[in-house]
């Protein structure tokens, strides 16, 4: 007589995954296909197995807050996250508790509400010095150059330092690392190749290597200077050199710089180039964005740049941000793996399953964004956002591990588009639609062309 399991797994793929590789819905490198199967197939929560591992998908507030908040501690990063240490090492999105939780203290200061003020001026006096630098009927790749804005921004906010040929290199060895994303994290084993002359491996090691060259360069030159600017980097040598034994070594400060080079940069960049598009395919909400910053700006003779202080009354302009976030979310997915069983609902799922929770999934549902698929900023007035489940829009994570520059990355965006509409209206000038690459963030996949019209005039 056999003995009945102890788990009771959701509704899901009979046979593991590799077996429906001839299916539309499978297919290497767009995992966003498989989550929107699964969500139209079996609903809130489904399961399926890969290698032997079950995977969950969760695809409901409820079920997602149990992961993030309510059962966090019975869960770490996933695989897939953690395969990225080979680039990021230990830095806060990479580590686990207790190390991830000291990191956060110690970086935490540098995003305190008084500090992300100061930020501001650099923010606006950044923006404006590209949008200036446009001309009336150019044409412009915005995500190129929303990816240059939002590298000098973290630059000189976060890390004091002037934006050299050096610094902007940066995005050129991510984009290659981007390039082999999928074959990074689906290589079997990578950590133990990477010493291999395999040519994904040897580009990936090239692109590494000249990053952490950059990122050593810039630490040294911290050092070198010997006082605190007041910026993230100083306080991380600053704890390097405390004597408490709490502080970074050199290595975690590498991985910590880089960590939030990359995060802080790319992630509002797509933000914002995504927003552009939107715009452009919807006059309607272009033209309440207009007026409200004619409103708050000025007009003619009298428009000037926004400040800090212009913040609290750019609603409409931070629910076009909101709303462009929806239906394009940078962090397009999560992860997590479970270490103990773990009970959700009338399922209970063993110890070593993989959860994932798509953002870009929930915020296209019917159920909580009515034609999900229309834009429409006025989804995220307070009363909306008020009705709305806490789970059904959670574009920076949530819980002990919701990113840290979360207040940094609202007041960036809505000051840069601020900045920038209120010079210019945009015109996409492809034929056809992008489409979003799912990467580590949420890229258009190819250029966005814009033809520039000002609105000076």
């Not at 203290?105 to 992300?116: K, S």
Request: glycine fraction near 4%; hydrophobic fraction near 40%; charge should be positive.
């Amino acid at each position: 007589m056999s003995r009945r399991s102890p788990w009771r797994l959701p509704p899901g793929l009979r046979y593991s995954l590799p077996f429906y590789s001839h299916k539309p819905w499978v297919k290497f490198g767009e995992p966003i296909r498989l989550f929107e199967h699964l969500h139209r197939t079996y609903g809130p929560i489904a399961h399926y197995r890969f290698m032997g591992t079950p995977i969950i998908f969760l695809n409901h507030p409820d079920y997602i807050q149990e992961v993030l908040v309510t059962q966090a501690s019975s869960f770490v990063k996933e695989r897939t996250v953690r395969r990225m240490k080979i680039l990021l090492g230990e830095g806060l999105i990479t580590s686990d508790d207790p190390l991830h939780m000291r990191q956060r203290r110690i970086v935490a200061p540098a995003f305190h509400r008084q500090r992300i003020a100061a930020y501001a001026e650099q923010i606006v006096t950044s923006a404006e010095h590209h949008a200036a630098s446009w001309q009336t009927g150019q044409s412009i790749d915005i995500s190129s150059a929303m990816m240059d804005l939002s590298l000098e921004i973290v630059a000189r906010t976060l890390f004091d330092t002037e934006v050299t040929d050096e610094i902007r290199r940066i995005n050129d060895e991510v984009n290659a690392i981007m390039r082999l994303y999928n074959f990074l994290v689906a290589f079997p084993r990578m950590e133990s190749v990477l010493d291999l002359p395999i040519p994904g491996v040897m580009q990936f090691r090239s692109s590494k290597k000249k990053l952490d060259a950059i990122v050593n360069r810039l630490i040294a030159e911290h050092h070198a200077r010997g006082v605190d600017q007041g910026d993230l980097l100083s306080m991380l040598i600053q704890s390097r050199e405390s004597d408490d034994a709490t502080g970074m070594t050199d290595e975690q400060i590498r991985d910590e710089v880089l960590t939030i080079f990359l995060a802080g940069y790319e992630t509002v960049a797509n933000a914002l180039s995504w927003t552009w598009y939107l715009l452009s395919q919807n006059p309607e909400a272009e033209a309440k964005l207009h007026a409200e910053l004619d409103e708050v700006l000025g007009t003619g003779s009298s428009r000037r740049l926004p400040t800090l202080a212009d913040y609290p009354a750019l609603r409409y302009t931070e629910q076009v941000l909101s709303e462009s976030m929806r239906l394009y979310p940078p962090a397009w997915a999560m992860g997590r793996m479970s270490t103990r069983p773990i009970v959700l609902g009338p399922y209970r799922i063993p110890p070593g399953a993989h959860f994932f929770m798509s953002q870009y999934i929930i915020s296209r549902m019917q159920e909580f964004y009515p034609d999900p698929l229309r834009f429409d900023p006025d989804r995220f007035t307070p009363e909306a956002k008020a009705a709305r489940p806490r789970f059904a829009y959670f574009p920076f994570g949530a819980g002990s591990r919701q990113c840290i520059g979360e207040s940094f990355a609202w007041m960036e965006g809505v000051l840069a588009i601020a900045t920038i509409a209120r010079r210019w209206h945009m015109e996409y000038t492809a034929e056809r639609p992008p489409v979003p690459q799912a990467k580590i963030t949420l890229r258009p996949r190819g250029p966005l062309p814009m033809r520039l019209i000002s609105r000076l005039n």
